[in-house]
């Protein structure tokens, strides 16, 4: 048996980032991730660190925006070294993103609204400030700049994982039931037993066949996204592309990475989201018909186009919903999170903590060195082109 504070399961950022943050309040805590870490939603995610833009383009402000509205300056503490956890190893793609329309009256009404509805100051930009590609003639619409930063989701689970490596283990633990609230421990495929005082349960999708096997009954869901990739010769461009179409989201979101000497675009937004409704190719159809829309400039004939299937995993909802915030439930020992939107982990984080309310053991087992250490993934469109 093994005895230690707070067994984590999942690998993703929740897990991650409550690993270091546990740690270094004098916790000792085991993270079991069973695949690698952050291949599920994580490492799939755009790495926008937004503060709401995407839930108010309507110009109305609700739930989702304001719970959001202040995770933009926690990250760019962390990222700075100066936060509860340490990103200053972590790369980022961008700092600052555009929010651009197409030429139509309701587009450009629906960049204005966004705009004066997000926090951080946004500027609208002049047309000799256009970047590219907005510069070419045949662009109708506005721009504006948004000064929230894109993360190297990559780098980040890198970053966390190497200041936390002796504590992450490739394992697939099973609940073992309690009678009651919560469970008595874990059990690895060797037969080894975790004993705990917390478990969190941090496995995204892997949730589901945790919370079975626990016999705690809490309701989940799935909701799909079909995002779309594009190789070839594209200038470098992250940002929303917005119309009063897609009401109080983007039409489509798009961030960049270089791949060799070419630029790869991944695209979400409503796109992705209405995209599970298409099939491959009427999705990369779809998302030609977008790009020609709203950046005409820009030619996609010589381009490869590639499609990528995410289920995002939350608590069950009304209509299966989105949630507008982060959601931590307690059931005895065991403490079920999903941060619903990568922003959202530093508040995630704080609320779990919230429930830790046990000091630290003042002894714990060693970790055997037979144990496989889990080792971090690549992005899901590694191997697509």
């Not at 945790?210 to 940002?239: C, E, M, W, Y």
């Not at 790869?264 to 190719?281: F, Q, S």
Request: aromatic share 8%; proline share 6%.
């Amino acid at each position: 048996m093994i005895k230690t504070d707070i067994a984590i399961i999942g690998g993703g950022i929740t897990g991650l980032w409550l690993l270091s943050l546990l740690r270094s309040q004098g916790y000792e805590a085991l993270l079991f991730e069973k695949s690698k870490l952050g291949s599920g939603q994580t490492l799939a995610s755009q790495g926008m660190i937004h503060g709401g833009l995407k839930y108010n383009l309507d110009g109305v402000t609700g739930g989702a925006s304001e719970t959001i509205a202040s995770m933009p300056g926690i990250w760019r503490q962390c990222l700075a070294g100066d936060g509860v956890v340490d990103l200053s190893n972590v790369a980022c793609l961008a700092w600052q993103y555009y929010l651009f329309s197409d030429g139509g009256l309701g587009s450009r009404l629906s960049a204005f609204l966004g705009s004066k509805a997000i926090r951080g100051g946004p500027r609208g930009l002049e047309r000799e400030q256009f970047p590219d590609p907005f510069t070419h003639d045949s662009f109708r619409g506005v721009v504006y700049e948004i000064p929230d930063v894109i993360i190297d989701t990559h780098s980040l689970v890198a970053t966390l994982a190497q200041s936390n490596k002796d504590n992450l283990i490739e394992a697939s633990p099973a609940p073992i039931p309690e009678d009651g609230q919560g469970i008595a421990g874990l059990r690895l495929d060797d037969g080894t037993v975790i004993n705990a005082q917390y478990y969190i349960f941090a496995a995204g999708i892997g949730n589901e066949s945790l919370l079975a096997d626990s016999n705690i009954p809490i309701a989940t869901q799935r909701r799909g996204l079909h995002q779309v990739l594009v190789k070839g010769d594209l200038p470098f461009l992250n940002g929303h592309a917005v119309s009063l179409a897609s009401r109080d989201k983007p039409r489509f979101t798009v961030t960049s990475y270089t791949d060799d000497t070419q630029t790869v675009w991944y695209l979400g937004g409503d796109l992705a989201e209405t995209g599970v409704n298409r099939n491959d190719k009427e999705q990369i159809e779809f998302a030609r018909k977008e790009l020609e829309t709203f950046l005409p400039s820009v030619r996609t004939d010589s381009c490869s186009f590639k499609t990528l299937h995410i289920d995002r995993a939350e608590p069950k909802q009304q209509s299966q919903l989105r949630p507008d915030k982060p959601s931590c439930i307690q059931h005895g020992n065991v403490v079920v999170c999903w941060p619903v939107k990568l922003t959202l982990v530093p508040l995630l984080a704080q609320e779990v903590m919230d429930k830790i309310v046990k000091p630290p053991l003042p002894f714990t087992h060693p970790i055997p060195n037979t144990f496989r250490k889990a080792l971090p993934g690549d992005q899901p469109w590694g191997n697509l082109f």
